[in-house]
């Protein structure tokens, strides 16, 4: 049988991760947006992949958005539109902390699909304006 974890502990490594993204000074941490096969872990390095865009998080960029005896929810607050630095299909995100340390990976959907970022489109076109709708970070209590 696997171990669990008590529910304040989930809580407290989704806080520390949240406050690794979150560093509070005036550099930004970014979201990467590729295309391309997405890396099995956030250790393996960007190889084939293209860079779509570029989008600044705010210094302080999530927040708790809810709670539930399943998992904790964070979101990102409002997130500026970016152009498209080539054509492409957005296939998955790797956040970066100001410093340019890889802290997660993350998949990309369009606004009906389940992904962890939502973004207008899927099919970016060069020069045109990349729209976040809405990224959520969720880690399970169970």
């Known amino acids: 049988m696997a171990i669990s974890i ?3 502990v989930v809580k407290s490594m989704a806080q520390s991760l949240i406050d690794s993204i979150n560093d509070g000074t005036t550099d930004s941490p970014k979201v ?15 190889t084939t992949q293209t860079l779509i865009a570029e989008i600044s998080l705010n210094a ?5 958005a809810t709670e539930t005896d399943a998992e904790v929810i964070y979101t990102a607050g ?3 539109p970016v152009l498209a630095l ?9 956040m970066v902390s100001a410093e340019g340390i ?3 990976d993350g998949s990309v959907t369009e606004p009906t699909g389940a992904g962890d970022m939502k973004i ?3 099919e970016v076109v060069q020069g045109w304006l990349v729209k976040v709708l809405s990224l959520t970070f969720k880690m399970s209590k169970i």
């Open 6 to 8: 008590a529910a304040f």
């Open 60 to 64: 302080i960029a999530f927040t708790l």
């Open 102 to 104: 890889t802290i997660l």
């Open 86 to 94: 080539v054509d492409a299909e957005a296939n998955f995100f790797r």
């Open 32 to 46: 990467l947006l590729y295309s391309g096969v997405r890396p099995t872990k956030p250790e393996d390095d960007i």
């Open 120 to 122: 207008s489109v899927i």
């Open 78 to 80: 409002n997130l500026a």
